[in-house]
């Protein structure tokens, strides 16, 4: 790295009216007893939004997102065959971009002495379970995305993704991202160029502390 169509599916079979009028203009009828069938076996909508409740709200890997909330400084390092530059200083804010669900960070800082800016979304996906995350920045043109868990111990989050490598013309390169949650108030960040091998895969590290 050197540099829910359930959603509007469900929407779509809520509009059911609420009391359907009966042919001869009688009495409006039940329309759990009169609606047609949705799909095969009939389609109870009771089960179905049962079903759906785990996929749609947030919950306690949701709740997990908080701990990125706030302000911060950050210094940015990157690593050449295990050696590091000297640190480049930034700022970086994260804020609920949907609440509860998805996380919105804006970085602003140098890399390598070049000013860059960038934006990250990080939420988690209950249908896949994992966490997701899109970045962007205004080093280059692309939209790379990687996904994850935490592990066992709550405190590092790792995802995996991939990104092409314009210097070198490589494509869909896997990258490996950690968050390691130091505390409240730090989180370093490490991006890792798998292709290097098992040693010295680090290439960029950033350190958050959060601004006071």
């Known amino acids: 790295m050197k540099h829910t169509i359930l959603a509007g599916a469900l ?3 809520l509009f059911v009216p609420l009391a359907l009028p009966d042919a001869s203009g009688g009495a409006p009828q039940d329309p759990k007893k009169e609606a047609p069938a949705h799909g095969q076996g009939g389609g109870d909508m009771a089960a179905m939004m049962a079903k759906a409740a785990k996929f749609i709200q947030p919950g306690p890997q949701h709740k997990a997102l908080e701990r990125f909330l706030g302000r911060w400084n950050t210094e940015t390092r990157v690593f050449m065959a295990g050696q ?16 509860g669900r998805w996380l919105l960070s804006k970085a602003q800082g140098r890399m390598m002495g070049m ?15 994992s966490y997701v995350v899109t970045m962007v920045s205004s080093m280059d043109t ?11 111990d709550g405190k590092s989050l790792i995802t995996y993704g991939t990104l092409d490598e314009y210097l070198t013309g490589e494509h869909d390169k896997m990258v490996k991202y950690v968050w390691r949650f130091l505390s409240d108030d730090e989180i370093v960040l490490e991006v890792h160029d798998l292709p ?16 006071k």
């Not at 590091?84 to 609440?99: C, L, N, R, S």
């Not at 990250?120 to 996906?125: E, F, K, L, M």
């Not at 692309?142 to 066992?152: H, I, L, V």
């Open 84 to 99: 590091a530059t000297p640190p480049d200083k930034g700022t970086a804010e994260v804020t609920w971009q949907i609440e």
């Open 142 to 152: 692309a939209m790379t995305r990687s996904e994850g868990d935490m592990t066992q």
């Open 115 to 129: 000013p860059i800016s960038s934006c990250a979304w990080i939420g988690y996906d209950n249908f896949k379970m």
């Open 11 to 13: 929407a779509g079979s």
């Open 196 to 211: 290097i091998g098992e040693v010295n895969t680090k290439v960029v590290e950033m350190r958050y502390v959060r601004a």
